[in-house]
C-alpha cells in the first residue's frame, strides 16, 4: 500500500507542473506520431530525486549478483569496447544534474546498454514504449564484387504492411519514401555509411559483446516474430525510444547517377498502454504495478505445479511487439515438413539432400518445441535427407533446457552431459540466500539457488540440503577477488518430454549452421556447444567488409529479471536485509546474468570472453538478404562440399 501512496503522490507532483497544453493528450490514442511530439509527452515529467535514488540503490544491489561486472574494469580483446568502470558510472549518475526524469532514465538506460550484454539492461518502461521507425532500413549488400551500403530494396512491400496509419504520415508532409528503396547510400549524416553504422553499433544496439555482431543487428534482416516469418528494422531504422527527428543520407536512388542529399523523418510507433493525458501515461507506463517487483512464492505453495522452475536465456527485443511480415513474394516456396507451426519452421530443399530447420528462437510452447524437433527430424529421415542445416539468425534464446535438449537429440545420449559447467556469484546475499532456502526446505519449484535445480559435476542431482555456494569458490578478475559457487551442471534431461536418440539422427559432420551472429542467450550457448563438442562448420552472413565477426552474441548461462531476483529474496525471507535491493517505485526492470557458462576449450574463462569465429564468412546480396531459401540454398552449396 505505501508504494501505491508514493506513486499516487509522485504523479500527482507531476501533474501538478502540467503545462497549459498537456503534451500527452496531445498524443493520446494514435499509433504513429511524430517523435517530436513523443517526446514532449515522455520530457514533461520532472526530474525526481527520490525516484533516482530508489532506481540507483536497486541497480546497485543487484549489480552484486551480476556475474561478469569485474570483467569489465578491463574487458578482455576483442571486446575492449565494452570496458566501464561501473561502480564510478553508477555515482557518475548519481550526482548529474538533470531536467526531467526522462533524461535521467535514459542515461541509465544507454549506460545498461552499452555494456553490450543483453542479459544486463535497465529497461524503463516510461520511455521504451515507442519505436522509432525510418521508412529507409540499411543494409550491406555484395554487388559486382564490392559491398556497399543501401537501402533495403523490399522497403516498398516491407513498410506497406504497416497500414495507412504509418504512410498516410509521409503522405500528409509530401515525402516520397518509396522512390529511395534500393538507393545506394554515399552518406549518412555526414559521415562515410560504414562509420555511422559503427557509431549505432557502439552507442544503440547493446546486447551483443562483439562490434561486429552488433554491427549487423544496426542493419535489416529476416527473422522470425513469435511463429510468423518477420523481418526486423534494424537499430538504425527501427530504435527502442525515440531520439531522433530524423536523419540525412546522400544517396544515389534506383535508376539515377545522380546523388542527392534527403532528409528521411522518422515516426514514432507506440507500443506501450492505453492512455489519454499526462497523469494516465504516467499511471499505465511508468509507475509500478503488481508484475514490476517480486513476491514471496511461499505464500502460493498450495496452487503453485510441482514443478521446477525453468532456466532462461534470452534478450529482450520491444521490436518483436511490433513484428512486420517478411513480404510474402520472399517467404519460402519449399512446402514445410511437419512440426513446423511453432517457433520452428522446417522445410526440404529442392535438392532433396539438405533438411533446414529455421530455429526463431528457444521460446514457446516448452513441450511442442521437443515435439517439432522429432517431427521435423523424422520427417527429413523418412525422406532421405543426409544433411541438416540449422539456422539461427535473430534467435534471441529463451529456455536453456531447450537448447540443451536440441544438442542432446542431435549428438545422442551415448554423448553425455549436453550443458556447459555452471557457477553462479557469491556475494553475501545471495549466501544468505541459499542458506535461508536450506534452512527452510525450499526446492526447485519455488527457487533457481535451491541445490535441487542443480547437479554435481558426475550428473548426481544435489540433494536439498547441500550448499553449494558456502564456502565460495576463489577467483580473481581484473585482480579483483570476485568468488563463485562451486561449479555444477543443469539438470534439464529431467524435463525432457521426447525420448533421446542413443545416437546421431544424422553424421554431425553433415550438420551446419548459418546465422547473421545475432545469436543470444540460449543460442549462443548451443551454437558454442556445437563448435566447441562437434567442430560443427558455422557460416555467418553479412556484417562489415574487413571486421571480425563472432558466430555468437550474448552468451551468459541464465538471466534473471528484476522481479526474478526480488522473488528470490522474498521467497527466502532475506527481503529486510540491508543488502538487499528496495522494491521499484516506477515500472521498470533491471535485468542481469546470474550464472556463468563455462567454456569447455579453457576453463578458467566464461564462453562469452572466448573469441570463436567462424569457419565461413559470406556478404549479403540482394538475393539472400531478406530470402531465406535463397540463402539457404547458397549455403548448402557452400557448407555441405
Known amino acids: 500500500m505505501w508504494t501505491t501512496l508514493l506513486?499516487?503522490?509522485?504523479?500527482?507532483?507531476?501533474?501538478?507542473?502540467?503545462?497549459?497544453?498537456?503534451?500527452?493528450?496531445?498524443?493520446?490514442?494514435?499509433?504513429?506520431?511524430?517523435?517530436?511530439?513523443?517526446?514532449?509527452?515522455?520530457?514533461?515529467?520532472?526530474?525526481?530525486?527520490?525516484?533516482?535514488?530508489?532506481?540507483?540503490?536497486?541497480?546497485a544491489r543487484v549489480f552484486d549478483f551480476f556475474t561478469f561486472e569485474d570483467y569489465y574494469l578491463n574487458s578482455p580483446p576483442p571486446f575492449q569496447e565494452s570496458t566501464n568502470n561501473i561502480?564510478?558510472?553508477?555515482?557518475?549518475?548519481?550526482?548529474?544534474?538533470?531536467?526531467?526524469?526522462?533524461?535521467?532514465?535514459?542515461?541509465?538506460?544507454?549506460?545498461?546498454?552499452?555494456?553490450?550484454?543483453?542479459?544486463?539492461r535497465w529497461f524503463p518502461n516510461c520511455y521504451t514504449s515507442y519505436q522509432n521507425i525510418l521508412p529507409a532500413p540499411v543494409i550491406i549488400l555484395e554487388e559486382g564484387g564490392s559491398q556497399n551500403v543501401f537501402i533495403a530494396p523490399d522497403s516498398v512491400e516491407f513498410f506497406t504492411q504497416l497500414g495507412?496509419?504509418?504512410?498516410?504520415?509521409?503522405?500528409?508532409?509530401?515525402?516520397?519514401?518509396?522512390?529511395?528503396?534500393?538507393?545506394?547510400?554515399?552518406?549518412?549524416?555526414?559521415?562515410?555509411?560504414?562509420a555511422y553504422i559503427d557509431h549505432i553499433a557502439s552507442t544503440v544496439s547493446g546486447n551483443y559483446l562483439d562490434h561486429g555482431v552488433r554491427v549487423n543487428s544496426v542493419l535489416t534482416s529476416y527473422r522470425i516474430s513469435g511463429t510468423d516469418f518477420s523481418q526486423r528494422l534494424g537499430d538504425l531504422a527501427g530504435p527502442t525510444s525515440v531520439s531522433q527527428v530524423s536523419l540525412t543520407m546522400r544517396l544515389i536512388p534506383v535508376n539515377s547517377t545522380k546523388a542527392e542529399s534527403v532528409t528521411i523523418p522518422y515516426l514514432a510507433n507506440y507500443l506501450g498502454a492505453p492512455f489519454t493525458d499526462q497523469a494516465s501515461y504516467w499511471a499505465a507506463n511508468c509507475a509500478a504495478n503488481e508484475a514490476t517487483n517480486g513476491v514471496d512464492l511461499k505464500t502460493f505453495r498450495q496452487i503453485l505445479q510441482p514443478t521446477p522452475r525453468?532456466?532462461?536465456?534470452?534478450?529482450?527485443?520491444?521490436?518483436?511487439?511490433?513484428?512486420?511480415?517478411?513480404?510474402?513474394?520472399?517467404?519460402?516456396?519449399?512446402?514445410?515438413?511437419?512440426?513446423?507451426?511453432?517457433?520452428?519452421?522446417?522445410?526440404?530443399?529442392?535438392?532433396?539432400?539438405?533438411?533446414?530447420?529455421?530455429?526463431?528462437?528457444?521460446?514457446?510452447?516448452?513441450?511442442?518445441?521437443?515435439?517439432?524437433?522429432?517431427?521435423?527430424?523424422?520427417?527429413?529421415?523418412?525422406?532421405g535427407v543426409t544433411r541438416l542445416l540449422l539456422d539461427l539468425t535473430n534467435n534471441g534464446g529463451g529456455f536453456v533446457c531447450l537448447g540443451q535438449f536440441l544438442h542432446q537429440y542431435l549428438s545422442g545420449s551415448d554423448f553425455g552431459y549436453p550443458g556447459f559447467v555452471s557457477t553462479n556469484r557469491a556475494n553475501p546475499l545471495a549466501q544468505k540466500i541459499v542458506a535461508a532456502d536450506i534452512a527452510q526446505g525450499l526446492d526447485a519449484t519455488l527457487?533457481?539457488?535451491?541445490?535441487?535445480?542443480?547437479?554435481?559435476?558426475?550428473?548426481?542431482?544435489?540433494?536439498?540440503?547441500?550448499?553449494?555456494?558456502?564456502?565460495?569458490?576463489?577467483?580473481?578478475?581484473?585482480?579483483?577477488?570476485?568468488?563463485s559457487s562451486q561449479r555444477f551442471h543443469d539438470t534439464c534431461e529431467l524435463s525432457f518430454s521426447q525420448p533421446i536418440p542413443k545416437t546421431p539422427p544424422f553424421d554431425l559432420s553433415k550438420v551446419a549452421i548459418v546465422s547473421n551472429g545475432n545469436c543470444a542467450s540460449t543460442c549462443a550457448m548451443f551454437s558454442t556447444l556445437m563448435n566447441e563438442r562437434h567442430n560443427t562448420k558455422i557460416a555467418i552472413f553479412?556484417?562489415?567488409?574487413?571486421?571480425?565477426?563472432?558466430?555468437?552474441?550474448?552468451?551468459?548461462?541464465?538471466?534473471?529479471?528484476?522481479?526474478?531476483?526480488?522473488?528470490?529474496?522474498?521467497?527466502?525471507?532475506?527481503?529486510?536485509?540491508?543488502?538487499?535491493?528496495?522494491?521499484?517505485?516506477?515500472?521498470?526492470?533491471?535485468?542481469?546474468?546470474?550464472?556463468?557458462?563455462?567454456?569447455?576449450?579453457?576453463?578458467?574463462?566464461?564462453?562469452?570472453?572466448?573469441?570463436?569465429?567462424?569457419?565461413?564468412?559470406f556478404p549479403y546480396t540482394k538475393d539472400t538478404y531478406n530470402n531465406p531459401q535463397n540463402l539457404w540454398t547458397f549455403a548448402a552449396s557452400k557448407l555441405f562440399t
Open 542 to 617: 553479412g556484417g562489415k567488409p574487413g571486421e571480425e565477426l563472432q558466430f555468437k552474441g550474448m552468451a551468459g548461462n541464465q538471466v534473471l529479471e528484476w522481479a526474478d531476483l526480488d522473488t528470490e529474496i522474498k521467497t527466502a525471507g532475506v527481503k529486510d536485509d540491508p543488502l538487499a535491493p528496495p522494491d521499484l517505485l516506477v515500472s521498470g526492470n533491471f535485468r542481469h546474468n546470474w550464472r556463468t557458462a563455462w567454456s569447455f576449450l579453457d576453463e578458467t574463462r566464461p564462453i562469452a570472453y572466448v573469441s570463436e569465429l567462424p569457419k565461413l564468412r
Open 87 to 120: 561502480r564510478a558510472t553508477l555515482a557518475k549518475l548519481n550526482t548529474t544534474k538533470f531536467a526531467t526524469d526522462y533524461d535521467f532514465s535514459k542515461a541509465l538506460y544507454d549506460f545498461t546498454t552499452q555494456l553490450n550484454d543483453g542479459h544486463t
Open 447 to 483: 527457487s533457481f539457488y535451491s541445490p535441487d535445480n542443480w547437479a554435481f559435476l558426475n550428473g548426481t542431482v544435489m540433494p536439498e540440503t547441500h550448499n553449494y555456494i558456502t564456502p565460495s569458490a576463489p577467483f580473481t578478475v581484473n585482480g579483483r577477488s570476485d568468488p
Open 7 to 59: 506513486l499516487l503522490l509522485a504523479a500527482c507532483q507531476s501533474i501538478s507542473a502540467l503545462p497549459a497544453a498537456d503534451p500527452c493528450a496531445k498524443v493520446a490514442g494514435k499509433s504513429f506520431v511524430p517523435p517530436a511530439d513523443a517526446l514532449a509527452c515522455q520530457k514533461a515529467f520532472p526530474f525526481n530525486e527520490t525516484l533516482r535514488q530508489n532506481v540507483l540503490t536497486n541497480v
Open 164 to 194: 495507412t496509419n504509418f504512410t498516410d504520415f509521409f503522405d500528409s508532409i509530401h515525402f516520397d519514401w518509396k522512390r529511395l528503396a534500393g538507393a545506394k547510400v554515399l552518406q549518412i549524416e555526414g559521415q562515410d555509411p560504414l
Open 310 to 383: 525453468r532456466p532462461k536465456a534470452e534478450i529482450i527485443d520491444k521490436s518483436n511487439s511490433n513484428g512486420i511480415g517478411l513480404p510474402p513474394p520472399f517467404l519460402p516456396n519449399a512446402p514445410p515438413v511437419n512440426g513446423s507451426t511453432g517457433v520452428i519452421k522446417s522445410f526440404i530443399l529442392p535438392d532433396k539432400k539438405t533438411g533446414v530447420m529455421f530455429l526463431g528462437s528457444f521460446e514457446g510452447d516448452f513441450d511442442q518445441f521437443q515435439s517439432d524437433t522429432v517431427a521435423a527430424i523424422d520427417d527429413f529421415k523418412n525422406a
